[in-house]
């Protein structure tokens, strides 16, 4: 699992002990690396049987369940494979591979919950959008924050979620120098980019002292790391938070919190929670129509700016296909992916349509918040 991210390492692991913790009380003490240790595919077939009707009886099924169980399954057969190859004799391997076939094969096609069509991506309706950018204006009477550098804190986080498509991990990484600039002579006019990636200061932080957040954020995949374009005024929004409201914390992250501490995970979710409490009764009654959702959650913002983004470009005169592809660099997608055939799919919704105009990145919510003389 080296590829995956940390907080998706840590949820597997997690079904993986609820594995063994059934197998011993199926077996005893020690029961499943008994069974995996002699190959016993009749023992390891009553504990995947059993672990299998105890999750599908549980009273409230859901997809977390059918993870557990694919990530309790995946770990058994690669143990297998992994044992088999590594120390059985070729003329016994032949006999262990049918055995793993008929495991994989058998069990694989069960699943805890009913297959259903994938649902629809939803962006944010207009009248939430243009509220945001009302309510997180640092400069607003109505913002739900009441320290400066907590307004711009968050003012940031939204900008750089919506505008870049970033996600949650991505943007808790970003680095205070995360933004180059440098000058385009073919267009002759300064260009600015942002590059995400994984913590750069990584190796040098052995001992923590650099991130001490309990969930340390990081790059969902290899995909995700990536170049993209930021405008003008994105960057000069986050210029401006940086000289003027970070402070000089001891770590290289761009979010700083109250305590000179990297943002955390948990303190952008608790802050999304205050700003779903601030949204006016109409408007969050209009979320909950669109979207059947009570809150504004991060990711909706890279939802909303995939659709608007994906929009502009069939706009601007490419098919459907060109420009889900144009889509895939920008937002972290391989080509396999089918995420850019979700949100094609919420593409086709006008209800964005009065909030965003030509210039995506050019709002005058965006130039409000640039303090006067910059």
Not at 151 to 159: C, V
Not at 270 to 289: T, W
Request: with cysteine; proline share 5%.
């Amino acid at each position: 699992m080296g590829h995956l991210a940390a907080s998706t390492q840590a949820g597997k692991l997690r079904y993986i002990e609820d594995l063994y913790q059934h197998a011993d009380r199926l077996l005893g003490p020690s029961g499943l690396d008994d069974a995996l240790a002699d190959m016993n595919d009749a023992a390891l077939a009553d504990v995947l049987e059993s672990w299998f009707v105890s999750i599908r009886n549980r009273p409230r099924v859901t997809r977390a369940d059918e993870l557990r169980w694919h990530a309790g399954l995946g770990f058994l057969t690669d143990v297998l494979t992994w044992l088999s190859r590594s120390r059985i004799p070729d003329d016994r391997l032949r006999d262990i591979e049918t055995r793993l076939h008929r495991l994989s094969t058998l069990y694989g096609q069960l699943h805890v919950r009913k297959c259903r069509q994938t649902e629809m991506i939803r962006s944010l309706p207009a009248a939430v959008v243009e509220t945001l950018y009302d309510l997180l204006d640092p400069v607003s009477s109505r913002n739900p924050f009441r320290h400066t550098k907590t307004r711009w804190r968050i003012y940031i986080a939204f900008i750089l979620m919506l505008h870049q498509g970033l996600r949650r991990g991505e943007l808790l990484l970003l680095a205070a120098d995360a933004i180059k600039t440098g000058f385009d002579r073919k267009r002759q006019t300064l260009r600015h980019w942002l590059n995400v990636q994984q913590n750069e200061y990584e190796d040098d932080d052995t001992d923590g002292s650099i991130d001490s957040r309990y969930s340390k954020p990081s790059i969902k995949t290899a995909h995700s790391v990536r170049q993209m374009p930021v405008s003008p005024v994105t960057a000069q929004l986050v210029q401006t938070y940086i000289e003027n409201y970070r402070g000089r914390p001891g770590h290289p992250f761009l979010l700083n919190s109250h305590f000179d501490s990297p943002f955390a995970t948990e303190s952008l979710t608790k802050a999304f929670r205050e700003i779903s409490n601030a949204l006016p009764d109409a408007v969050r009654q209009e979320l909950r129509d669109r979207t059947g959702k009570a809150s504004v959650m991060p990711h909706d913002l890279r939802h909303t700016g995939a659709v608007v983004r994906l929009q502009q470009l069939i706009d601007n005169g490419d098919s459907i296909d060109e420009a889900l592809q144009k889509m895939r660099p920008f937002f972290g997608w391989s080509k396999k992916s089918v995420m850019p055939l979700r949100y094609a799919r919420a593409v086709f919704e006008d209800r964005l349509a009065d909030v965003w105009n030509d210039s995506f990145d050019d709002r005058v919510a965006l130039l409000r918040a640039i303090p006067k003389g910059l």
